[in-house]
């Protein structure tokens, strides 16, 4: 039996742990992790005994973005079938924004893509230093609209212009420079600095938590509505439909470099 892209366990404070876990290919996601980020954070939010949901990744990496392969494969689906990709991606990120309770993620290695935008949207993020981040979709041709929203809300218009632009790496110092990371921490740290947290939330009120929670989004206007989440589907899901993206995704499985790339040869 294959084992589940998603670990969820809950301790007996009411902590549960979400683990990526698609180690073999550094917890890329793909459509089972985006339907199983939608189906566990719904069941947790009703769930009354969890309190918080710590976000880690099993093995070398937290989250490196999507499975470029899988994209290459969505790609041939029907349009219909292209924005359903993009509307559940869109609503696993807005999901993940709007969880009624409090969400840590802990970022060690490649925090890719799609990996940024989950960490952008959790209520607090600690990375060791040896963690790595960039928005890299515009490399392969494709676009992180559905991100879009959180990533600006946690860095600004500024560095969100910039660094989804040129789809640059930078460090954990730089992220938490930018509002991406709260706390760094050496390699193999990250349970030692999130104990505290952890029990600073646990002594708050429930009910208090989540209404801070909502509070908070609704002054902020950080809620993404439904009109909005669907503008954002169908723009990310035409643009995987392009020319200019079947050759960036195809680059990326033949480990060369894409067409448009000077001195690329093609």
């Excluded at 995987?240 to 960036?248: D, H, N």
Aim: net charge negative; proline share 5%; charged share 20%.
């Amino acid at each position: 039996m294959a084992e589940p892209v998603l670990l969820c366990e809950t301790d007996a404070r009411g902590v549960a742990t979400l683990t990526f876990n698609r180690p073999e290919v550094n917890n890329a996601y793909n459509g089972d992790v985006i339907l199983g980020l939608i189906e566990t954070f719904g069941r947790l939010a009703g769930d009354g005994a969890v309190r918080l949901v710590v976000l880690r990744g099993n093995g070398r990496h937290f989250q490196a973005g999507a499975d470029l392969k899988w994209l290459l494969q969505a790609a041939t689906l029907t349009p219909e079938e292209n924005l359903q990709i993009s509307r559940n991606t869109t609503n696993a990120v807005r999901g993940l924004n709007a969880f009624p309770k409090p969400t840590i993620a802990l970022v060690h290695g490649g925090c890719f893509g799609g990996g940024t935008g989950i960490v952008a949207a959790c209520d607090i993020v600690i990375a060791s230093d040896d963690a790595i981040f960039s928005i890299t979709e515009a490399r392969w041709g494709v676009m992180a609209g559905p991100i879009f929203p959180q990533l600006i809300a946690a860095i600004g218009e500024h560095n969100v212009r910039r660094y989804a632009l040129t789809c640059e790496r930078f460090g954990a110092a730089r992220a938490r420079e930018m509002g991406l990371v709260d706390e760094v921490c050496a390699p193999g740290e990250l349970d030692a600095v999130a104990g505290p947290v952890i029990e600073a939330i646990l002594g708050g009120g429930p009910a208090a938590l989540r209404e801070t929670k909502r509070l908070i989004a609704d002054v902020a206007k950080l809620a993404v509505d439904d009109a909005a989440a669907e503008a954002l589907a169908v723009q990310h899901a035409l643009k995987r439909q392009t020319a200019e993206a079947a050759e960036g995704l195809r680059s990326f499985v033949e480990k060369r470099s894409p067409s448009w790339y000077p001195g690329s040869g093609r």
